[in-house]
């Protein structure tokens, strides 16, 4: 194996694995049945906090998908969100379940409220934060 190809994989996989998330060259295996998630629930019973804050809960994880899919919420967060980053392989979408965020993607800037949506293209630089007065929840 070259050099590059392994520490790029093996970087892949220890940033993916908090998430779930599979390196594309190691497809974990799909689930061949189908499942319902109650609201407020983690699918792994193992929510975590974005930033040590946001409650983020798993809703299908990429375990779940041979690695095609994961599914967060984040729920009532105050006014915050991530640094600016890309994603080397992976699109993302977001979907405002509630509140008022503010997008960047790119040069382009978004103002999103509860029902819109947003997709974000791989190796695009974007950021993202919720700027509403009273916590919001996002589905991403």
């Known amino acids: 194996m070259k050099r590059r190809y392994f520490l790029k ?36 019973d193992q929510p975590m906090r974005l930033g040590g804050i946001t409650p983020t809960d798993t809703k299908i994880s990429a375990t779940d998908s041979q690695g095609s899919i994961y599914l967060f919420e984040h729920r009532q967060m105050g006014r915050n969100g991530p640094p600016r980053h890309f994603h080397h392989a992976q699109d993302e979408f977001f979907f405002v379940i509630e509140g008022k965020f503010l997008f960047e993607v790119g040069d382009e800037r978004f103002e999103l409220g509860t029902g819109d949506t947003i997709f974000l293209p791989r190796q695009v630089p974007h950021v993202w934060a919720h700027v509403g007065r009273t916590p919001g929840t996002i589905l991403g």
């Open 9 to 44: 994989s093996a970087l892949a996989s220890s940033l993916c694995a908090p998430f779930g998330l599979a390196a594309a060259n190691n497809p974990v295996p799909a689930s061949r049945r189908g499942f319902h998630l109650p609201a407020g629930q983690d699918r792994h």
